[in-house]
């Protein structure tokens, strides 16, 4: 058949494909070859096997049949297959599973989510435009099936209510009410609680984006930190709370369900370094990123490694600030001091919200996001895109509002650069290039090292002063050219244009102004602009 669609939208089990190539193999000539109890039969046998297969597949197949004159009555046709979907296709599964290999799955193309149904665990899928309840899928030779209930480690939606809000919720109203119910659930900003409702939305669509930001929520005790996490994971997709940083758990769990997971710990990568998870848990903000482990030594080259998928939505409490290969990865979010009187967590809200949320999946499962324009420099650039696309989705007119937020990120980050010895070293660079120092566009690495040690005396003694092979590394990380000066020395190539840019990413100019914080949650409901 020369309609491409007509195998790919198939269920792939065994029967529907083998009645797809019998229906491509027909042919006018073919077909009027046949006896009439011949025909009959054929075509009690095809329509059988259509009831294998999706309402895409089985219209095109009709067509197909229609246009070789197998079949007259189109409307008989398909009312016969869907009685027979109706009265035997879930009994002929179960029939013959042993033709299949009955494999536990909760991860496939297509799957909505896992959800509550007549009182069990169902798959949510999408078939075209259509959401269906099946108990078994049969992919090729594979007959997928959900494990027990008690393996299923995050609470499920019930079936009943996502099909209610597939057709009568809005994304604009959902996030609305996504905003509302962090504000009563933590202490932040107004801008945070956009922030945030933009992260729970992109948890429920992840095939559509690469990166997945870290929400790092850092404070001393008793600031919200546990508070703010179990709210924002009791609404994300498959969500789950864990202490546990084994990553041997984080593997599987990841692999086989696709989880958002807190974890809340003291001092996360203390705990990750006793755990070997610090690359487990760092690569989970992009997608195809590998973790390899070797676990079968004695099977030789290539058999040996086993390399396992990790990206996922992450939430982070810690009491303890992590290293900055987690926070460059990460939204930090400071908890602040706050006098808010806040009441029990609601949660039978959030399972409302995440019913509405599964239904906004539905509605949207691969479907492409807005392309935009990076609005900030580095990974946060990476971070910070999903949000902004799903916000461009459902309330673009609140865009302004999050890059605010964001901003003030940057400024923190910068702030928290310009505290180091790279930042210190740029500043001493940005000196000399003003003073006779500079001879043709080259500084020497003794004359940065000199002035360094000169600038910083009342913090460094003789046993701490820096090193010029020391600041020639750093250099070096820095990405600064290299070159030769008089007597053999090494000095570095700069320009005014690279010092303005240097200043700017370690936070040594003047920053912008802050944003506003004292705004209600109510205006941000009721404005309209940004």
Not at 323 to 333: F, K, Q, W, Y
Request: charge should be negative; hydrophobic fraction near 35%.
């Amino acid at each position: 058949m020369e309609n491409s669609n007509f195998t790919e939208n198939i269920q792939k089990g065994e029967v529907a494909n083998k009645t797809i190539s019998e229906i491509e193999s027909l042919t006018k000539d073919k077909w009027d070859s046949y006896g009439l109890s011949e025909k009959e039969n054929i075509r009690d046998n095809l329509f059988r096997g259509l009831a294998f297969c999706n309402q895409e597949t089985i219209a095109d197949s009709l067509n197909r049949l229609t246009s070789i004159g197998a079949i007259v009555d189109l409307k008989g046709a398909l009312d016969k297959i869907n009685t027979i979907k109706d009265c035997t296709v879930d009994k002929e599964i179960n029939d013959s599973r042993d033709g299949f290999k009955k494999v536990y799955k909760a991860v496939f193309p297509g799957l909505v989510d896992i959800v509550v149904h007549e009182g069990e665990p169902t798959y949510l899928i999408k078939e075209k435009n259509e959401i269906v309840l099946k108990k078994e899928v049969v992919f090729g030779e594979e007959c997928y099936v959900l494990p027990n209930w008690e393996k299923i480690p995050w609470k499920l939606p019930q079936a009943n209510k996502i099909k209610e809000y597939y057709y009568n919720d809005s994304d604009e109203l959902l996030f609305k009410d996504l905003v509302e119910y962090h504000s009563k659930a933590s202490c932040l900003t107004p801008g945070h609680y956009i922030l945030i409702a933009c992260w729970d939305l992109h948890t429920y669509m992840l095939e559509s984006v690469k990166y997945s930001p870290i929400i790092l929520l850092f404070a001393v005790p008793e600031r919200g930190k546990t508070r703010t996490g179990t709210g924002m994971i009791n609404v994300a997709y498959r969500g789950i709370s864990t202490i546990t940083l084994r990553e041997s758990y984080i593997f599987r769990i990841q692999d086989n369900c696709m989880t958002s997971i807190f974890f809340d710990v003291i001092d996360i990568w203390k705990k990750m370094e006793r755990g070997e998870s610090e690359d487990v848990v760092c690569e989970r903000y992009e997608k195809g990123k590998k973790v390899a482990r070797v676990n079968n030594p004695e099977r030789g080259s290539f058999n040996d490694i086993t390399y396992y998928n990790t990206f996922g939505p992450t939430i982070v409490a810690t009491n303890k600030k992590p290293p900055e290969v987690l926070e460059s990865r990460s939204i930090l979010i400071n908890m602040p001091l706050s006098n808010k009187k806040l009441g029990d967590l609601d949660t039978q809200l959030a399972i409302s919200l995440k019913e509405r949320l599964v239904a906004f999946r539905a509605r949207h499962l691969n479907e492409p996001l807005k392309e935009i324009e990076r609005q900030f420099h580095g990974r946060l650039g990476d971070i910070s895109k999903p949000l902004i696309q799903i916000l461009e989705m459902v309330k673009p007119d609140y865009t302004g509002k999050l890059l605010k937020v964001l901003s003030d990120i940057e400024e923190k980050r910068k702030l928290g650069k310009s505290d180091t010895v790279d930042a210190r070293l740029i500043e001493v660079i940005a000196e000399l290039s003003e003073t006779e120092s500079i001879i043709k566009g080259v500084i020497s690495v003794t004359d940065i090292t000199n002035k360094y040690n000169e600038k910083h005396a009342d913090r460094l003694n003789d046993r701490f002063k820096i090193s010029t092979a020391r600041v020639g590394k750093l250099l070096d990380a820095m990405h600064f050219k290299k070159c030769r000066v008089g007597n053999g020395r090494m000095g570095i190539l700069v320009d005014l244009e690279t010092i303005k840019r240097f200043l700017e990413e370690y936070g040594l100019t003047n920053p912008s102004e802050p944003s506003e914080t004292s705004e209600p949650v109510s205006e941000i409901n009721e404005s309209e602009g940004s």
